[in-house]
């Protein structure tokens, strides 16, 4: 990728404050664009509880890598908030080239564990508003600058790249909604030549994730005792250099509507994580499941787990049949 390919160019990043948004926001920065970073949780206004990171901090983020952030307080689920924030963009940018719906504020809200029947249908609805309605209110507003150019990329993020079941219902919901808002509105765009589509990344090393695990940045590898899948773990960088290619790429309207992982973009365009190496959870997920198949030893609760997070992914795959029956056969003897 050029030096600085994003110099003249202006992004909206949407959920900034911390984990895949602050990554991609930073990348963005680091190819030369500047980035509007939202989201709710601001200096002396924290909108997360336990969680200390602000808009501000990613901003900073962003110009310390060689763009120019700006930090904008907003409620993305606030129609007129949102109205506000393009308002400012269009006024003082006068164009809007990317558009990144990473708003998520469900964890506090999932309950795993649960079949649907148990779930509390008041805590899925808000996290519907929050991860799906948000991006739907943002994009209204946001995409209307973009058709003004008849240019433009709108990136959705979600967490995983099949349609497998997620195990839960309003999180499985939230997750595939999104994938199809990306193709949904890829077939309103396409004839303003405007680009849509969905990204993931993998088993993401957010600093909510490495708190869960004791550890930081730079000693991280010392919880991979605690997860042998954290092994394979990527920073929100990653994913944000992914985006950053993509909107770097003058043939990116090739992939309009679709769904794209880290990993595969990574081999696509030639980049690399901040250490320099190239996770690719999806080849590493099923391979560690196949090992898990192979033990000799009792399975505990996680190993079910995986087992069957992968069955939910092989059985929608019809070139996975023979992987599909080893998995049933495997949860039907231990489950």
């Known amino acids: 990728m050029p030096d600085r390919p994003l110099r ?63 930090a904008v307080r907003t409620d993305h689920t606030v129609e007129p908030e949102v109205e506000q924030l393009f308002a400012r963009v269009c006024a003082e940018a006068g164009r809007l080239d990317v558009l990144v719906n990473d708003i998520w504020g469900g964890d506090a809200l999932t309950e795993w564990g649960k079949p649907f029947w148990e779930l509390s249908t008041a805590q899925g609805r808000q ?71 969905a990204v993931t990344p993998g088993f993401l090393r957010s600093e909510a994730v490495l708190d869960h695990f004791g550890v930081t940045e ?56 901040l250490d320099g190496r190239r996770p690719d959870w999806g080849a590493f997920f099923p391979r560690k499941v196949g090992e898990t198949l192979e033990r000799d030893a009792p399975p505990d609760e996680m190993d079910v787990f995986v087992v069957r997070g992968r069955l939910y992914q092989a059985e929608l795959d019809p070139s996975a049949s023979e992987e599909t029956e080893r998995l049933r056969a495997w949860l039907a003897r231990h489950e």
């Open 8 to 70: 003249d160019r202006v992004a909206v990043v949407a959920g900034a404050t911390r984990g895949a948004g602050r990554g991609i926001a930073r990348m963005l920065g680091a190819a030369g664009g500047t980035v509007y970073c939202t989201g709710r949780s601001v200096r002396g206004r924290p909108a997360t509880p336990g969680r200390p990171e602000t808009l501000e901090e990613t901003a900073e983020l962003v110009t310390s890598e060689g763009g120019v952030g700006i």
């Open 218 to 273: 730079d000693n991280w590898r010392d919880a991979i005792e605690q997860d042998e899948y954290f092994a394979e773990s990527e920073t929100p960088c990653y994913v944000g250099r992914a985006i950053a290619a993509l909107a770097a790429d003058p043939n990116v309207a090739v992939r309009n509507g679709g769904l794209f992982s880290s990993w595969e973009l990574a081999r696509e365009y030639g980049f690399t994580d």
């Open 127 to 197: 996290m519907l508003e929050r991860a799906v309605h948000s991006h739907i209110i943002t994009s209204r507003h946001g995409v209307p600058l973009m058709i003004e150019r008849n240019a433009g990329l709108v990136v959705e993020v979600t967490d995983g790249d099949t349609f497998g079941y997620r195990g839960n219902l309003f999180y499985d919901l939230a997750k595939n909604a999104v994938v199809r808002l990306a193709y949904a509105m890829a077939a309103d765009l396409r004839a303003h030549k405007v680009t849509a589509l």
